[in-house]
């Protein structure tokens, strides 16, 4: 699909170009051939069909036309909609593992001090040990946490 700065830009081209075809399809059905002039002026306009028969087949055209691009305008922004969903979904996946990254890292600390303690409380030869396998987990994995 297309990248947002572009989906972005589409969309109020699209919706001026519905709009005018709409307006064009209206005026087209809605009234005779010479009726339809340049404003103020009185001028009939040289691509308009000349039959009433052709106008309205102009008229159908726009109505197809316009038809069309509504229907891209929806598919763009339903494409933008869905990217958006993905990219929100996307931070709250980021922010979830960062939680539970800082959760190990709290959970590894609160051991190390546990066992520092410990050591101090009752300096054994397991009390050292613990603080000793305390230590080489944060040496080995302090990286990665």
């Known amino acids: 699909m297309l990248d947002s700065d572009r989906r ?12 005018l075809l709409l307006a064009i399809g209206v005026i087209f059905r809605s009234y005779e051939p010479q009726d339809i002039t340049l404003p103020w002026t009185g001028l ?13 087949d102009a008229a159908y055209n726009c109505f197809w036309i316009a038809t069309l691009v509504a229907i891209a305008l929806v598919l763009l922004e339903w494409d ?11 931070s709250r996946n980021r922010d979830a593992a960062r939680e539970q ?11 190390v001090l546990v066992a520092i ?17 305390a230590i080489a987990l944060l040496q080995e994995y302090g990286d990665l946490l």
């Open 117 to 133: 303690g410990q050591q101090q409380l009752n300096d054994s030869a397991e009390s050292r040990q613990r603080l000793a396998d």
């Open 101 to 111: 990254q800082e959760a190990r890292r709290a959970r590894i600390q609160a051991q």
């Open 8 to 19: 972005e830009g589409l969309l109020p081209p699209l919706r001026v170009l519905l709009t």
């Open 44 to 56: 009939s306009l040289p691509f308009i069909p000349d039959s009433r028969a052709e106008l309205f």
């Open 80 to 90: 933008g909609q869905r990217i958006g969903r993905n990219r929100r979904a996307e």
